[in-house]
């Protein structure tokens, strides 16, 4: 994008889930770590094993965002809790979900947080058949597997872009990076809740998600077992 925006100054371009930014660029994100950090509070509250997991398709900027709020609203409940995370290498593979779906569940994992396309509703129905919970993403998936889902992380990009382009249309888009988060609750919300979630875990959750909104809670770049990260600021 960057090498084709110089060729053509007078159109502006929208990076989607991108981290740059110039003259005539800019880039659209869904804060995927504000979304994640509440289904980590909702996680650790049910599980029984402490073990949780992540599984994605690839692991770059906003799936490390998402493993990290993940992480990080879980230790919120309990510090102890153990996350494992593991990349398909593909978004759609079935097969390859099933098989990483099951490869952490063996490890005691009993509540899974997936990102995947075409492959997440083989992650959600193994879940389902082996008598653990997991999480919708991107669509409210609460109907794929309502034994195991006890809700989804969804993302509205669609209305994201539009928003960017209602900004064009008056001229005011710019040049820098756009997160949208759960300040814009058409964009960014969690879905319908699963029986299995208690209302107690679900005040809990949504209490977190408005002291985001009023940023009593925030997130600020930190280092974590000297890694550049982000870290929980109340």
């Not at 997991?53 to 799936?63: K, L, N, P, V």
Request: glycine share 8%; hydrophobic share 40%.
């Amino acid at each position: 994008m960057e090498q084709v925006a110089s060729q053509f100054p007078n159109t502006f371009f929208v990076a989607v889930n991108g981290s740059i930014k110039g003259d005539n660029i800019a880039a659209l994100r869904i804060d995927h770590l504000q979304g994640s950090y509440l289904c980590g509070i909702i996680g650790a509250s049910l599980t029984k094993s402490n073990k949780l997991a992540y599984i994605a398709g690839q692991e770059f900027e906003a799936t490390q965002q998402e493993l990290r709020g993940f992480e990080l609203g879980a230790k919120s409940v309990k510090p102890n809790i153990q996350i494992t995370s593991t990349f398909t290498g593909d978004w759609n593979d079935v097969a390859k979900g099933k098989e990483a779906t099951l490869a952490l569940i063996s490890t005691g994992a009993d509540v899974i947080y997936q990102w995947l396309d075409n492959a997440s509703a083989a992650v959600l129905q193994t879940a389902s058949d082996k008598g653990v919970y997991a999480f919708g993403n991107t669509q409210d998936q609460l109907d794929v597997a309502p034994k195991a889902v006890l809700t989804s992380a969804v993302k509205r990009l669609d209305i994201a872009i539009a928003y960017l382009a209602e900004l064009a249309k008056q001229k005011q888009l710019k040049g820098q990076i756009y997160t949208i988060g759960l300040e814009r609750p058409d964009i960014l919300f969690l879905g319908k809740f699963g029986a299995a979630v208690p209302e107690t875990v679900k005040q809990k959750a949504l209490q977190a998600k408005q002291e985001i909104v009023d940023k009593k809670i925030t997130f600020e770049n930190c280092k974590d077992a000297g890694k550049d990260t982000r870290c929980v600021k109340t």
